[in-house]
């Protein structure tokens, strides 16, 4: 059911691409844009989500005429979990391309080590230059996490938002549907993807917290002594611990299959209602769980930034860290090769600045 006047649809589709659009707009000029590997991160994020989405499409069409799925939750079942899939895998070649930089740093410093130990340093101006580049790199799972987020989130906005936004581009007029009669149904879009958008971002966030704890930590837990987060009032935190990374991947299954659930809603006559209320308070249940659960623990000392700061080979001391293998071994304050740095340690004083 179509109605107004061209007027009308221009402020309605012009208001709900705003409200639809803007969240993402904001984040990947103010955040993703301005460095060249975010926006790499971003694209690629992105790209993972078109794989789940094709891969969620695939599966209906070549189960439906096997085994007849019917209602909306045929298509949303598959969709959450090729996106749950997708995000992990992600995370997983992020991981991995991560440890390729960080080794490439390692073996440049150890070169530049020996030909300083041996009188031999053709170029000493490049010890400042791989520093400076570093120092530029920067990648942390909160950084990434945002950018990941970003493009996830802002892929399906597209295709959840802006398919209905161009069809409202035509002279037909404003489209009402029975589950909202009183509200436009580009304008209820709208709304669902600003609240999906915000939802994308911190299921990324949840998921960079889940796989790097299940990355560092053995199976059945462990912990990192570097950081002992204050109680909270309310709520309580994951842990830096394995479990506490499942516990993260966990809530992102069951926060989307809630989002998913609480749109179907829609079918129904004034459905709406309740769709309309129920997504914008999970949206803010989730920010308040990411809040209370891991914020304050998100990024473990050795896996901050803070790292890319330090020599490759300087060990957090007093602490653990995880080897090759997967497991946890204790390390020394200073490495055998080089002597205590001198002038208060780096790592204490991101201790004090992080209380």
């Given at each position: ?241 394995r479990s506490g990374g499942n516990q993260a991947l966990i809530t992102v299954l069951l926060t ?100």
């Amino acid at each position: 059911m179509t109605f107004g006047s061209n007027f009308d649809t221009a402020a309605t589709v012009w208001g709900s691409a705003a409200i639809g659009f803007a969240p993402f707009l904001c984040f990947f000029f103010q955040i993703v844009f301005p460095k060249s590997q975010l926006l790499i991160i971003s694209t690629t994020s992105a790209f993972f989500f078109l794989l789940a989405a094709s891969f969620a499409s695939l599966f209906w069409y070549i189960l439906n005429p096997v085994i007849g799925l019917g209602g909306p939750w045929s298509a949303l079942i598959p969709g959450i979990f090729f996106q749950f899939i997708f995000r992990a895998a992600f995370v997983a070649l992020y991981h991995k391309v991560e440890s390729v930089i960080e080794l490439s740093f390692e073996k440049t410093e150890e070169e530049q080590q020996q030909a300083i130990s041996g009188g031999d340093d053709p170029n000493p101006a490049e010890h400042t230059d791989l520093q400076a580049a570093k120092n530029k790199l920067s990648l942390n799972d909160a950084a990434c996490g945002l950018a990941a987020g970003t493009g996830f989130g802002g892929l399906h906005a597209l295709l959840l938002f802006g398919s209905l936004l161009a069809s409202e581009t035509s002279d037909v007029g404003i489209l009402y549907q029975p589950s909202c009669p009183k509200v436009p149904a580009l304008l209820v879009s709208a709304l669902n993807t600003f609240c999906f958008f915000f939802l994308d971002i911190f299921w990324m966030l949840f998921t960079f917290f889940g796989m790097r704890r299940r990355l560092i930590f053995p199976r059945g837990g462990g912990s990192l002594a570097d950081i002992n987060p204050l109680s909270r009032p309310f709520g309580h935190y994951f842990g830096n611990t394995r479990s506490g990374g499942n516990q993260a991947l966990i809530t992102v299954l069951l926060t989307h299959a809630m989002a998913a659930g609480f749109t179907t809603f829609n079918v129904f006559q004034y459905g709406c209602v309740f769709s309309l209320t129920t997504l914008p308070a999970l949206t803010l249940a989730t920010a308040y769980i990411f809040w209370s659960a891991v914020s304050k623990i998100y990024m473990p000392l050795p896996h901050s930034n803070v790292r890319l700061s330090l020599p490759a080979s300087f060990s957090y001391g007093g602490g653990t860290t995880p080897t090759a293998a997967g497991g946890i071994h204790p390390l020394s304050s200073t490495t055998p090769e080089r002597p205590p740095p001198e002038g208060p340690d780096l790592v204490e004083q991101f201790r004090n600045n992080d209380d």
